[in-house]
């Protein structure tokens, strides 16, 4: 089992940033590969980013790939999030995710219970 808690959301104006971080335990040493997801109101959860836990290999959606950056720590307990140039369309919960059933993209097996990203004037 793997437990993933977020932290770091919360309300920023439109063109501002924002980290995300995502604190890994359990058994750690079984991820593949960690990851971002987000939901925003009335709409399907949706693929943000990820990374590969052994060699760091990133992917992003199209909507975010310019703007935010994925990584992990050394000790490979850590996720973070890095988002700029925040879009009021960013507004989502965002999940952090670990051990992928496929590809970088998902399914994961692991999800937290994520946190409120808002972005607003």
């Known amino acids: 089992q793997v437990q993933l808690v977020e932290s770091g959301g919360g309300l920023v104006q439109p063109g501002g940033s924002l980290r995300l971080s995502c604190a890994a335990s359990?058994?750690?040493?079984?991820?593949?590969?960690m990851g971002w997801y987000r939901q925003a109101p009335g709409k399907e959860r949706e693929f943000v980013a990820a990374?590969?836990?052994?060699?760091?290999?990133?992917a992003y959606s199209d909507v975010v790939k310019d703007r935010f950056t994925i990584a992990r720590n050394n000790a490979k307990t850590t996720l973070y999030l890095h988002m700029n140039s925040l879009k009021p369309e960013d507004t989502a919960v965002y999940y952090c995710?670990?051990?992928?059933?496929?590809?970088?993209?998902?399914?994961?097996?692991?999800w937290g219970q994520g946190t409120q990203v808002t972005v607003s004037s």
């Open positions: 990374i590969s836990w052994a060699v760091g290999v990133t």
């Open positions: 359990g058994s750690i040493f079984s991820i593949n590969a």
């Open positions: 995710v670990a051990d992928s059933a496929s590809g970088l993209r998902g399914p994961y097996r692991y």
